[in-house]
């Protein structure tokens, strides 16, 4: 956590916002607006980081629940982005939290690749939700402007086009892992890194490696965690022109 002092950023979204000239709105129509992600994976983060820099918005990222409430002490932000898969516990927590801290903001979204997780979300108490992978910035512009209303602002140009991160965030995202799967955990770690390693599969557009992690996740402690581990590392192993690939 930095030493600096608290400051409290504005809070721009639903509570008395004045309209931007329409020539802003459609440039950046996100600009000034700070976005804090709370998610483990930096393939993710690049993703989200890449959409907010296209609408203008500042993205800050926590990788847990505590890092998360930590910098919630000390800034405001007007939207908050929780996966429900943490290393430190379920999302859903903190979408609660949240929301019990302050009812009137910030915007609070969940995100997960879990065929449950819009549901699971939104009984937490989430305004929205983002289904992963993140890579549509005409997905990411809308869910976002629908609880935005003073934001409202015309599709950007090429908004429909999808947003590749860089890969060099899969192989950091791949090597955590492999490096957790060696150390070894307990069941609920095991759960943990079998949705960890799903939505980066996801993302990477990768069948294999979410079926994997996908069984290995239906059944925790039966070995499975080491064919996940052999799958990484044959990845990580691979010719650096494979990761730039649709499915690695």
Do not use: W
């Amino acid at each position: 956590m930095p030493n600096s002092l608290a400051v409290e950023l504005p809070d721009l979204s639903q509570r008395g916002l004045s309209p931007l000239p329409n020539a802003v709105t459609e440039a950046l129509p996100l600009r000034g607006l700070t976005v804090l992600a709370v998610e483990d994976s930096r393939f993710a983060s690049e993703a989200l980081r890449l959409m907010c820099q296209r609408l203008g918005a500042r993205l800050r990222r926590a990788e847990t629940l505590g890092a998360a409430l930590s910098h919630l002490r000390l800034y405001r932000p007007d939207v908050v982005i929780i996966d429900l898969g943490l290393p430190d516990g379920r999302g859903e927590a903190l979408i609660r939290d949240v929301i019990q801290r302050s009812p009137i903001g910030p915007v609070v979204l969940g995100t997960s690749g879990d065929p449950d997780g819009r549901s699971l979300a939104l009984a937490a108490g989430a305004d929205g939700f983002l289904d992963k992978p993140l890579e549509s910035l005409a997905v990411f512009q809308a869910t976002l402007l629908r609880h935005l209303p003073a934001r409202a602002a015309p599709l950007l140009a090429g908004a429909d086009m999808a947003l590749t991160p860089d890969t060099l965030a899969l192989r950091d995202d791949l090597t955590h892992a492999a490096a957790l799967i060696e150390a070894g955990t307990d069941a609920a770690g095991e759960l943990y890194l079998a949705g960890f390693l799903g939505g980066i599969a996801r993302h990477a557009h990768d069948p294999a490696l979410a079926k994997a992690a996908a069984e290995a996740g239906a059944a925790p402690s039966t070995g499975r965690l080491d064919q996940l581990g052999r799958m990484i590392r044959s990845r990580l192993n691979a010719p650096d022109g494979a990761f730039d690939a649709v499915g690695i």
